[in-house]
């Protein structure tokens, strides 16, 4: 199975994600993954693939317009492959969980087999000085804080493949 996994991460979370589900499923021996971070570079057709998983980093409740854009040019393609969907962010549980229902199209939602947050990373020392500003004054957040989650990456690959 080859699998696409487009998404976009700002300071490296969600590519985090991204490389921890490529090493699941290449370790499971059903895939062969690509990864490509739609903030820098443009990804390839679906076509060619057998699977795709689209996730983004989560800013001000919004995921990226770039995946939410790619995702809706090739809903068709997508919609007849297994889809996964997922969100890297600070908050847990039903928020988290809000931000893909908020942003992701509903065509796709009610497609994808697996859908979850796979917990965040605020890194204060590679934050610039904006976010820095924000996470302060916006969301009161004064240190690093590190929610990232390698069991809810496995569960979500669990998922997608099943
Ligand atoms: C300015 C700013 C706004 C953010 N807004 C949210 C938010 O609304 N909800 C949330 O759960 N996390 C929020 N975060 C935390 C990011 O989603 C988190 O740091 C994420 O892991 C970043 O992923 P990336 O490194 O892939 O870009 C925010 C972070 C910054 C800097």
Redesign the pocket.
Known sequence: MKVLIVY????????WAAEEMKKNLEQSGEAECSLVNIRNQTPPSPDNYDGIILGS?????QVNKKIITWGENHTAELKKKPLGLFV????SGE??IG?IESNFPPALLAHAKAKDSTG???DFAT?GW??RF??KN??KLTETTDSRDPDRVKEFVQKFIQ
Do not use: E, N, P, R
């Not at 976009?8 to 590519?15: C, D, Q, R």
């Not at 890297?88 to 908050?91: G, K, M, Q, V």
């Open positions: 976009s991460s700002k300071y490296g979370a969600a590519t980093s989560v800013f001000a409740g890297t962010c600070l908050a928020t988290a931000y965040g990373l605020a934050f904006l976010d924000l996470l916006v969301a």
